[in-house]
């Protein structure tokens, strides 16, 4: 029986990923050079460490580039187009559900508890989660397991009691690898990805409700 969900945090609860990636992409353009979608994937639920965009961007260039002050620019940059984004689709919906059926609530994220914790307080949402496990807290951020193995030993749940909700390739097989029910919720960036390996995949999670999607992966369960 399912007794909890663990949700991934950029680009499922909040699209952080646009600005990301909208905003390194607008830095190697005054450059005269592009950052390919398929090159900045590797990073995309993984964190920051998998991949540099200003020792890509020097390699490019074939030059030294002023990585203080392009760190400035597009970090204000950045900023400016995360301040305009509220919450995804469904997300309070399914916190609110969740509550109500008496479910337990984390966070798997490979991003910092600083960066996580902050913007569920701006969004009025962290009172909402029993526990929130970050890349602070592990050895190996997404696609290893370590995040989700983690969380569901801080819920006290096992992992068939559980379901993941994922927005990138890296995060579905980091839920998987735990042996968790991923359901895939891509944003605009990462529907460009592959993600078939997903067990289920939804358009947003105003797309099913939280009762529909519970009773689909314990009938699948039940017949697996």
Not at 141 to 147: G, M, R, Y
Not at 192 to 220: G, N
């Amino acid at each position: 029986m399912i007794s909890a969900l663990i949700f991934d945090f950029d680009g499922l609860i909040l699209d952080t990923e646009k600005s990301e990636f909208v905003s390194w992409q607008e830095m190697y353009a005054e450059h005269q050079v592009q950052l390919l979608l398929e090159e900045w994937a590797v990073c995309i639920g993984a964190g920051a460490d998998t991949f540099d965009p200003y020792t890509h961007l020097e390699t490019l260039l074939r030059r030294p580039i002023p990585r203080e002050e392009i760190r400035q620019r597009r970090l204000q940059r950045r900023m400016a187009m995360l301040a305009e984004e509220l919450l995804l689709p469904g997300v309070e919906e399914y916190l609110h559900m969740a509550r109500h059926l008496g479910l337990k609530l984390g966070v798997a994220s490979s991003s910092s508890r600083a960066w996580v914790e902050g913007h569920l307080e701006r969004l009025g949402i962290l009172h909402y989660f029993d526990v929130i496990r970050c890349r602070d807290d592990v050895q190996h951020a997404k696609p290893d397991p370590e995040l989700y193995l983690s969380a569901l030993a801080n819920l006290e749940v096992q992992a068939e009691q559980a379901i993941a909700l994922e927005d990138s390739p890296n995060g579905v097989r980091a839920a998987q690898r735990a042996g968790i029910f991923c359901v895939a919720i891509p944003n605009v960036i990462t529907s460009q990805l592959p993600l078939d390996h997903a067990d289920l995949r939804l358009t947003s999670m105003a797309a099913m409700p939280l009762e529909d999607l519970i009773a689909l992966v314990e009938q699948r369960r039940a017949t697996a």
